[in-house]
Structures are given as C-alpha cells and as structure tokens.
C-alpha cells in the first residue's frame, strides 16, 4: 500500500527529534519499520547502529520481521544484519548494557536474571524476614505501627508500594518533613471565627448557627498541640447545607479546609510511625539486596536502575553508547514509565530520536505507563520550533464507525480532540454501529450469543488485504470487556450456546481452576494427611466425584492405585511427568477450552523449570509453588492459535488489535474505590491510610489524601481512553451493550449518545482520506420491535400509564431505551406521554419538593421549592397527617398483581383516628387528575395489600395552584394482562403524537394533520 503524505513526512523528517501521533488503525508498526529501513537505504546507517525499542517480545519480532521484508527488496545484501539490529524491549536492552559492561557496573559477569515469579516469591520472604525480626527486637515500636495502620494484608502491601517506588523513581523515601501544625491551627480557627461571628437571619441559618458556635467553641478549647481529639471535633461540626449568603460564603471557606486541615493533623499525629514504616521498608530492600547478591541474580528492577545507575556514574559508557545508537526509535511511547523515560534520556542525542504513539491509547496505568512523559516530550518539540506529525488516517474501520467514537470521546477530557479519517473504503453495507440496553447481565449475554449466531450465517466479511468476500468465522468476533469477572460471564454464556472461544486476559494464572486442580495433586502427592486438597482433587476433573459420593466416603480404586505408585516414584521422576501422567489417565485434557489448554502446558512448563533450579524435596518444592502463588501477579497463557473460537478479551488485552466485527459489552460497571493501605507518587511521597484510635474509622494522611485527589482523576481519565480503544478496534460492525441505567462506568459517556447509531449534526464531519464528506443524517434504531411475545415480569406504574397512553412510545422509551424514563423512586412528574417535555430545572424543582417533603436533605439552596413545599405544610391535610396514629413518609412498596411485579415510591401515607387511611401524592405541575388516577389506584392497592379491609382514600395535591383531587379510578385488568403479554405495541395515534420525539423516525406515524 502506498504511504499517505502524512507517513511519508513522518518517516522522512529530519533535522529534529520526531514526535509522531498515531491514531488508531493509522499504521504506526509499518511508519516504524519504513523509517528503520529509510535510515538504512537512504541514510547508510548500519542496522546495528539503529535502536528500536518496544514493551514486548512480539512486538519486537514484529518490527524486526517487517524491517528485513523490506531490506530484502531494497537492499539484500544488508537484510542479514537484521537479525543483528538492537531492536529490543526495554528489559532485553538494559540486560545487553550490563552484561557488555559488567565490570563497570559492578556486576558479576556470572549474574543472573530471576525469574520474575521467583524473584516476587523471594522479595515476599524478606518482608515476611524483616517483620519477624521487628516482632522480636521492635516490639512497642511495631505494635504503635500497627495500632494505627490497620491493613488485613501486610506483606502484599509492602512489597507492592516497592515494586510501586521502583517502577516510578529512583529516589527511595526518606522520612518526612515536620509540619507547621500550630501554625495551620490558628489559620483553620481564623476561618471559624468569621463563621462564629456571622449573623443569622433564618430559621435554619440560626438552628445551624447554634450548633456551630458549640462545636466551635469545644474544637478552641483544644489548643493549637494537635491531637486525634482535633479530627473528631472536626467530624462532629453540623453538616452545611442551605444557608443564607451572610453565613454560607464564610462557611464555605471553612469547610473546604477540612480535608486539608484533618490530613495535616494526621501526619503530625503518625509521623514516628510513618518514619518507622519507611525504615520498614528500607530493611525490606537491604535483605532482598542480600538474597539477590548470595543467589548472584538480579530482576527486571535492577536492569533498569542498575543500567541508570552505570550510565550516569560512567561518561565513557554512557558516551559509547551515544555514538553506537546513532538513532533511537520508541515504538508506543506513551506506555512508557518514569524510569524508562530516564534512561532514554541518558542514552539519546539531539535529533536522533523518533517517537511513535498516541495519548488516546494510554490504559495501562496499573502497570505505572505515565503519558504525561509523552506529553511533554510532544510540547517540548512544539516549543522548540519543531513539527508534530499526526496520522490521522484510519485503515481499519468504517466511517460510521470512526464517526461514532468521535462523538462519544467529543469533550471527554481524558482523550484528546483528534480527527481520525477514513482510510479504507469498503464495498459491503451494513449498519455498522448499534447500541443495546438491558435490564439484567444474563439478558445481556445471552443476546449477544444469538446474536453471533445471527451474524454467522449472514455476515459478509471484507478483508483488508483485498482478498474476495467470505463469511464471518467465529475467529472474526471479539467480544471485548473491562473486566475479566464479565468476560468469563459471557464466557460461560457462549459455553451454553456451544460456541467456541478463547479467553485472554482474564483471571491470574495461578487463580484458574485447571492451575489450582494441579497445585492441589502435587498437595496430596507431598502430603497424604492434606484432606482439604485431597477433597479438591477428588471433586475435580482429575477423579470426578459427585458431593454425595465424597459425604459417603466414595474411593476410586484406580485413583488411589496411581497416587500411591507415583508416591513410590516421587525421588526418581519429575513432578511435570507425574502431572502429566494423572492428565492423560483423567482424560482432564478432554474437558478444557483452548485457553485453559494452553494454562496447563504453561505450568507444566513452569513446574518443570522450577524443579530443574530449586529443591529436590517434593514438600519443599510444593511449599515454594504455593509461595510463588501467593505472591505472583502471573498472566493466563495466550493461546498460541485461536482458530475457529470468538476472541473474549479484556480491553487491556485487545490493545494493538483488530476484528471485522467487535461487541463491547458490559458497558455499566461500578468502578470500586481505592482502598490501597499505602500510595505512592514521584519523586519520593509515602502516602498512609491510618486508623483513627478513638473511632476507628480511615483516615488518609496528607500524601495520600493528595495522591489519592490525584489518582481518581487520572483513573477517570484512562476509563475514557479504554472505550476509545474498545470502539476503535472494530472493523464493520460495532455493538455496544449494557445491562443497567445509572450512568456507571462506560455508561456515563454513552448515555448522552446512545439513542444513535451515529452521530447526526452539521458540525460534525468524517473525513475520507483526503476530502471532507457529510455524515449521515438519520439515526438508526436501536432495536426493532420484537417478533415474538416479549413476557413483562415487573414494571412500575409511570410504566403502565406510559403504555396505555402509547404502546409504541412505551416500547421505544422503555425497552429500545431510546429515552431514559424516571426510576421507580423518581418523583413522576412531567412523565405523561400526552404532555410536553419538562422545561429544564423541572425535574430538579419536582425532586427538591419531594426531598423537602420527606424530611431529607437538600443540597441546593432551593428557594421555589420550599415555596412549593410550604403550600402543603400549611395545609389542612398536613395538619391530619401531624394528628395520624401512624405516617409513612416516601414509602416504597413492591407485589403482586396478575402474575405482574409491581413496585413504586408513596409520597404519603397516614392513618387518621377514624381508622382511614389516606394517600397522598405531591405534584409540582399543573392541574391534570386524568394523568395520575391510575397512577394513584396502583398505590391504593399497594396498602390494600398490607391494611386488608380498611377504609383507603388517594389524593392529588397540585402544589402549584394548592388544589386537592381524590383519585377514585379503579385498576384496569385487562391493560395489565396486555402490557404483561408482551404482544402488542401498536401506536396510539392523536394530537399527543405532534410532540413525540419519536415521530417520523422511530414511530410509522409520519404527520399528524391539525
């Protein structure tokens, strides 16, 4: 394929170092290798003197294959020196520096890489060392350590904040800095004073006024010598809410202190313990130092730091190294970390060096990428007068496509703005963009099952290299996820379907079912007195009892003749062959996937090189595997060829892919907060989460209160660049799904766009490659209706109104979720189809009433809504409800009508003297009883249902115009029994159609004559 201009004058620029920005599809792996064989036809550098840098061993092998194909055209006689070129991940070149210059670094020559799994076992035991030591020499000062930082997992904490340090400094930390404290004190209580003496005017501003003036007056008496008693003080202070500007302005500095003030207070406090902690750990680095010399080994930390370390103490070498790499190229540099960085920095010169990435693909944050170097790098050339080459170019997906995730990332601030061009044309049509919603996770993946069933028999694939239309093979569908608790979901789902798959990037390897089932064999081979991992084994494919036979003490001969002939062999054969020898008697292999498959061979693999370096005791060896489980972060195998199998991958995972047809599913997700004991940040900041001795409640310290400020913004940041990944992996078809309608996780994007296929709009314009072209104007549908009965188990009654008004518009609001509907807890105001859609603030004004009215918070300073509410407070209805024997206030209720689960919120509910009970319901809307009787005959029912035979009366109160209807309306049957039978969603034509917003578009009805 011919280059774009914009590759072209990447590869060729000179004169300045080189930041390329490769959007995704754009062909960055080939603008790489076309400018490592440009330098060498062009420029007659010598592929030797040419470093190229990656973060894997396939990406590397890629570059490195791409490079000699073209030098085998353009210049033969060097294409052999390929195979001699640097062109290495990060890890590999630092190994090649130290071991060229071994002397000088201080380095045995006979030193050897650790096994990273070893090297995590090791670095785990020396914590576990330096902790024992301090229990029995350290008592009172481990015990203080302890009693206020409260973590259930010690060792795994520590030795992650190192490896944490390692990966982004190299500076260790030292202990901390003491803190101006009285200082900070007497500023917080300057700010209180302006508070104490505000003035008060209101009812509420005087109730709060009070209560603060009290806590004020006890947090002064405590003096300026912090104590934890301060922090408590601070938690007791009456909770600001709607205060009058005379207090609130003031109140507003105060408060916003508090989260500085009360960290500050905590470093003060623990800072002998935090100083204690940072010796902890620097005992825990020595005795891991020691463990490495005696082994004489290293791990992937010292390549990198070692090499730092040599490069700047040693000009020579570092000067030698400059000349020999005449030019530096760096293969997806945003995912580079603060010490990759440095030593990039140390080993390149002016105008030798060429970056290809992109910011938009940064997502791997957990493995510490900061693209930030990246951005600098990018603005430091800007600065300098220098060009920035974008590829904007997209070969991979459709336009539709490309247009839709511009749309989706439009304003997002964790991506930034880029215009991505269409650079493929295809033949084929297809709605290429589709997004679904449903109401659980199961729903979820089992429609996309049938939907691959559905685009297997009818898909049309268009290969990108020309090649002529075929139909979709499963290998073609990736399935793609955030995270791997949702992949195996769906996996399982495909598993019921009996579709082949492979699973790729989910849980850790030695979490599988198939890796624990073998550590457990070697448990019971080791141990015969292990009942717990015999009764694994025994329930496992490796024997297969049922649970009642294991309660009966059900003993397979055959199993129990095999476990004891290898115990007899345990000296003399190796425990892979003994695992081996198990697996083709079970016949286990039989029953895993592809993925697991491939699990297996990697641990027979792992056992079978660990057993050749480490004990030859069978219970020593075990005893080791399980150390090297506890502490290993280990990824499940690739499987080497997929084959006919659908691709289930996290999005981590799919990074550097593409497929003709992709389903990003499980778009609603709850991100958990991070509850991580210890933080880190560059150059040296510890951060703590301690315990509060007096409650017991967390407290961040001041570091990790800025880190973890720091941190939920980045996190947010790398959520929105992984759909930008998700969406732009998709060659001609895209799903989007989602089961849930918060606007959680990927969802809080989407939300806005997802009532199109495409984005509509004259402002917004795809690009095919080298033109401006239009977008389409018309949506398409998410869903069509559906072609058989779509059986209804539970709804609300704004449900049931909407159907009755419009059983079109209730399916395309409802089900295609081409609008989002109030929840069953939402005040339903401005819900009725006939109406008009709420004028903006209306739904917040209805919302705030109803906080009011059921004695909750409410965060704005509201002053309509309180009007509002007063209406009713003032009334006489209010006054029977003060004078009730009992009052249920926003009362929620769920039953059972007609097979039908209903469920919805009262506003009020009281029983009077009389033994009546009344239902009211506010409205902030005008006066329309016909909308809401039906509504208010569902409540009826509702406490029917719990006060059998009583009296039981329902009214409307229209707030705005203090008017009281009763709602005698009685439930209609036969529209439940047609709503619950799924099978008519026909339109309901009238004058409400002229307001709907699906007219002519979703809905057949085209106009509606005046």
């Known amino acids: 394929m011919k280059l774009t201009p914009q590759q072209h004058a990447a590869i060729h620029r000179i004169g300045q170092d080189v930041c390329v920005i490769a959007g995704p599809g754009s062909g960055k792996t080939r603008v790489l290798a076309e400018r490592f064989s440009w330098l060498v036809t062009e420029k007659d550098i010598s592929p030797r003197n040419i470093l190229a840098l990656t973060f894997t061993d396939k990406a590397s092998s890629e570059i490195k294959d791409r490079v000699a194909k073209t030098l085998s055209v353009r210049a033969p006689h060097l294409a052999a020196e390929v195979e001699l070129a640097p062109i290495s991940t990060f890890h590999s070149l630092c190994a090649r520096i130290l071991k060229e210059f071994s002397i000088a670094a201080g380095i045995d020559p006979a030193t050897e890489l650790w096994d990273e799994r070893i090297a995590s076992a090791e670095l785990h035991a020396s914590a576990e060392s330096v902790l024992n030591d301090a229990a029995r020499n350290e008592k009172a000062a481990l015990r203080s350590l302890f009693t206020t930082w409260n973590t259930t997992n010690l060792v795994p904490d520590l030795c992650g904040l190192y490896q944490k340090i390692l990966s982004l400094s190299d500076e260790f930390p030292g202990p901390g800095q003491p803190l101006n404290l009285p200082g900070l004190l007497a500023d917080f209580i300057a700010l209180g004073e302006d508070v104490y003496g505000a003035k008060a005017t209101t009812p509420i501003s005087q109730s709060f006024h009070e209560k603060f003036r009290e806590r004020f007056t006890e947090f002064r ?85 070692r090499s730092i370390r040599l490069l700047r103490s040693n000009p020579r070498v570092r000067e030698e190294l400059q000349r020999r790499f005449e030019h530096i190229l760096m293969d997806e540099m945003q995912d580079t970390n603060p010490i990759q960085w440095k030593l990039l920095e140390l080993i390149r010169t002016p105008a030798n060096f060429f970056a290809v990435g992109d910011v938009n693909q940064s997502i791997y944050g957990f493995r510490f ?129 009996n579709f082949a798959y492979t699973l790729g990037g989910g849980r850790k390897f030695y979490d599988t079912q198939e890796v624990a089932d073998l550590i457990c064999y070697l448990e019971v081979l080791a141990n015969p007195t292990n009942t717990i991992a015999l009764a694994a084994v025994l329930r496992s494919p490796l024997v297969g009892l049922s649970d009642d036979q294991l309660l009966e003490n059900y003993i397979d001969p055959n199993f129990n003749r095999r476990l004891e002939s290898q115990r007899k062999r345990l000296d003399a054969v190796p425990p892979d062959r003994l695992l081996v020898e198990v697996l083709d008697a079970s016949g286990y292999a039989n029953t895993l996937n592809p993925g697991a498959s491939a699990n297996v061979e990697k641990f027979l693999r792992i056992v079978r090189e660990q ?42 995972a799919s990074k550097g892919l593409e497929f003709p047809v992709v389903f990003v599913a499980g778009a609603y997700f709850s991100t958990p907060a991070n509850r991580a004991t210890l933080s880190f940040a560059p150059p040296n900041r510890v951060g703590v989460r301690w315990t509060n001795p007096i409650n017991g409640k967390p407290l961040p310290d001041r570091p990790a209160s800025l880190i973890a400020a720091e941190q939920k913004e980045e996190e947010e940041k790398e959520l929105q660049r992984q759909l ?90 409802r089900l295609a979720n081409l609008q989002t509907l109030p929840s069953a807890t939402t005040p339903l105001d401005f819900t009725d189809p006939d109406e008009e859609d709420p004028a903006p603030g209306a739904t917040d004004l209805g919302t705030a009433v109803h906080q009011i009215l059921g004695r909750q918070t409410v965060d704005e300073d509201f002053p309509e809504a309180r009007s509002l509410a007063q209406v009713f407070l003032d009334s006489p209805l209010a006054k029977r409800a003060n004078d009730a024997r009992w009052i249920e206030r926003e009362f929620d209720f769920v039953y059972s009508l007609e097979d039908l689960v209903l469920q919805g919120q009262i506003d009020l509910s009281f029983e009077e003297a009389n033994g009546e009970i009344t239902i009211i319901d506010y409205k902030t809307d005008h006066v329309a009883s016909h909308r809401y009787d039906m509504q208010l005959a569902f409540y009826r029912e509702a406490i029917a249902k719990l006060y059998p035979g009583q009296s039981i009366r329902s009214y409307l109160y229209f707030l705005r115009t203090n008017q009281v209807i009763e709602a005698t309306l009685p439930i209609d049957l036969k529209l439940i029994r047609r709503f619950r039978s799924g099978e008519d969603f026909s339109t309901r034509e009238g004058p409400q159609c002229e307001r709907c917003p699906h007219l002519a578009k979703a809905c057949p009805v085209i106009s509606i004559s005046s």
Not at 222 to 240: E, T, V, Y
Not at 378 to 390: L, V
């Open 611 to 652: 057993w050749q370096i480490g004990p030859s005791n069978i219970r020593a060896f075990v005893d080791e595997m399980q150390s090297m489980r506890q502490a290993a972060q280990e990824k499940s195998a690739p499987v080497a060829d997929s084959g006919q199998a659908i691709q289930i991958l996290t999005v981590h």
């Open 369 to 497: 990428a900061a693209p930030v170097e990246f951005i600098a790098y990018r603005d430091s050339i800007a600065e300098s007068g220098g060009e920035i080459d974008f590829l904007g170019d997209n070969f991979r997906s459709r336009a539709e496509i490309l247009s839709f995730t511009a749309t989706v990332s439009n304003g997002l601030h964790g991506i930034e703005p880029t215009q991505l061009r269409a650079g493929r044309n295809f033949t084929t049509q297809n709605a290429a963009v589709s997004l679904h919603s449903f109401e659980r996770h199961e729903d979820e993946f089992r429609w996309i099952a049938e939907e691959v069933s559905a685009l297997k028999d009818n898909f049309i694939v268009e290969p990108k290299d020309g090649a002529p239309l075929r139909r979709l093979a499963l290998s073609d569908i990736a399935i793609l996820c955030r995270t791997s608790s949702k992949a195996e979901a769906i996996a399982a789902t495909l598993a019921d379907h």
């Open 724 to 813: 930008y990944v998700a969406l732009t992996r998709a060659e001609q078809k895209l799903y989007v799904s989602w089961a849930g309608k918060q606007k959680r996780g990927w969802l809080k994007y989407l939300d806005a766009h997802k009532d199109l296929s495409y984005p509509e709009g004259d402002e917004l314009q795809l690009l095919q490659a080298g033109e401006a072209q239009p977008l389409p104007s018309s949506p398409l549908l998410l869903r069509p209706l559906p072609r058989q009965p779509l059986i209804l188990s539970s709804s609300t009654p704004t449900d049931i109104a909407k159907f009755a008004n419009c059983p079109r518009r209730f399916f395309l609001d």
């Open 221 to 305: 008496q405590l003096g300026f010598d912090p104590r934890w008693d301060h922090i408590a003080a601070i938690d007791s202070f009456p909770k600001r809410g709607n205060l009058p500007k005379g207090i609130k302005e003031p109140a507003k500095l105060f408060y916003d202190y508090f989260p500085q003030i009360s960290s500050l207070l905590v470093s003060a406090l623990v800072s002998p313990e935090r100083n204690y902690l940072i010796e902890i750990l620097r005992r825990i680095e020595a005795d891991f130092e020691q463990r490495k010399i005696a082994a004489a080994r290293m791990d992937f930390h010292d390549l990198e730091h």
